[in-house]
């Protein structure tokens, strides 16, 4: 049973949610359709409503050329929603249908970039008109799309209950295509310049460390040559009046001894001469 409910879902043969809203994100009879809307918590897709104004129609009634609207349009809201991350898709509808009228869809790489543009651009205006994203079932717009449209053989025209999406110059999809490297590029270097500091700072730390322990085993490590060797070099370094008592001491040490047990008094160094004075 649930295998089978979780494979008709949002299908036809589903009667309790609505699939035109599963599709597409939008239903033609709104809050009063007999069926339940299931509204996602989180999606990485997100629906603005109503963004997209097209020009007002001509003095005869028909619509007008608005390829450099839609292209200044496009450009704008594309350096907008790229402030928040990642943009995967963007997409603009064509349909006539109160419901789906100048809806733009945005479809970022993480579900967190979703949020935070959902918590950014939430009670923004944008050309005198509050903006009121939420969040959209929309995830694979092959299947919301309307494929007789792209074809030009659709029948319903604009009041088609599929997504007419408005053609995107191949300008404007590189500018997306370099929206989504110049984010990855900059994820990239965090990261990277991040493990470079990490590795500097551990490898200083292990320069120090084995810098203290050298100097605290210099002389643990050496054997009694180099210890004597070294001992003798810091005497040599040592206050040359102390050199010349431990030199005296020594050479007391060494002097002869008599029977008596008495050591003869030490020669009188000899007086220097004194000098003649001229009065």
Same mark, same amino acid.
């Given at each position: 049973?649930?295998?089978?409910?979780?494979?008709?879902?949002?299908? &036809?043969?589903?009667?309790? @949610?609505?699939?035109?809203?599963?599709? =597409?994100?939008?239903?033609?009879?709104?809050?009063?359709?007999? #069926?339940?809307?299931?509204?996602?918590?989180?999606? !990485?897709?997100?629906?603005?409503?109503?963004?997209? !104004?097209?020009?007002?129609?001509?003095?005869?009634?028909?619509?007008?050329?608005?390829?450099?609207?839609?292209?200044?349009?496009?450009?704008? =809201?594309?350096? &907008?929603?790229?402030?928040?991350?990642?943009?995967?898709?963007?997409?603009?509808?064509?349909?006539?249908?109160?419901?789906?009228?100048? @809806?733009?869809?945005?479809?970022?790489?993480?579900?967190?970039? %979703?949020?935070?543009?959902?918590?950014?651009?939430?009670?923004?205006?944008?050309?005198?008109?509050?903006? %009121?994203?939420?969040?959209?079932?929309?995830?694979?717009?092959?299947?919301? #799309?309307?494929?007789?449209?792209?074809?030009?053989?659709?029948?319903?025209?604009?009041?088609? @209950?599929?997504?007419?999406?408005?053609?995107?110059?191949?300008?404007?999809? #590189? !500018?997306?295509?370099?929206? #989504?490297k110049k984010k990855r590029k900059?994820?990239?270097?965090?990261?990277?310049?991040?493990?470079?500091?990490?590795?500097?700072?551990?490898?200083?730390?292990?320069?120090?460390?084995?810098?203290?322990?050298?100097?605290?085993?210099?002389?643990?490590?050496?054997?009694?040559? &180099?210890?004597?060797?070294? =001992?003798?070099?810091? @005497?040599?370094?040592?206050?040359?009046?102390? &050199?010349?008592?431990?030199?005296?001491?020594?050479?007391?040490? %060494?002097?002869?001894?008599?029977?008596?047990?008495?050591?003869?008094?030490?020669?009188?160094?000899?007086?220097?001469?004194?000098?003649?004075?001229?009065?």
């Amino acid at each position: 049973m649930a295998d089978r409910l979780s494979r008709i879902i949002g299908t &036809e043969e589903d009667k309790v @949610n609505c699939p035109f809203y599963y599709k =597409i994100g939008a239903c033609r009879h709104g809050d009063r359709c007999s #069926r339940t809307h299931l509204r996602p918590t989180f999606s !990485q897709c997100l629906l603005l409503p109503h963004l997209y !104004q097209p020009p007002p129609p001509g003095a005869d009634g028909q619509p007008v050329d608005d390829t450099e609207h839609f292209e200044e349009f496009f450009e704008e =809201i594309l350096e &907008e929603l790229a402030k928040f991350g990642e943009v995967e898709q963007l997409h603009v509808v064509e349909n006539l249908g109160d419901h789906m009228f100048g @809806n733009v869809y945005v479809k970022y790489h993480y579900e967190e970039d %979703a949020e935070k543009c959902l918590q950014a651009m939430g009670g923004r205006y944008y050309a005198g008109r509050m903006l %009121a994203p939420e969040y959209s079932p929309v995830t694979d717009f092959s299947e919301a #799309r309307c494929r007789q449209f792209d074809e030009s053989q659709c029948a319903r025209g604009g009041y088609c @209950n599929f997504m007419h999406l408005k053609h995107i110059p191949r300008y404007l999809r #590189r !500018q997306l295509r370099d929206t #989504r490297k110049k984010k990855r590029k900059k994820k990239r270097s965090r990261s990277r310049s991040g493990e470079r500091s990490r590795k500097s700072s551990r490898s200083r730390s292990r320069g120090r460390s084995r810098e203290k322990k050298d100097k605290k085993d210099d002389l643990s490590r050496s054997d009694s040559a &180099e210890r004597r060797a070294k =001992i003798a070099m810091w @005497n040599k370094a040592r206050d040359p009046a102390e &050199e010349a008592a431990a030199e005296a001491a020594a050479a007391a040490e %060494a002097a002869p001894v008599d029977a008596s047990g008495v050591a003869p008094p030490a020669e009188a160094p000899p007086a220097a001469p004194v000098e003649a004075k001229i009065e």
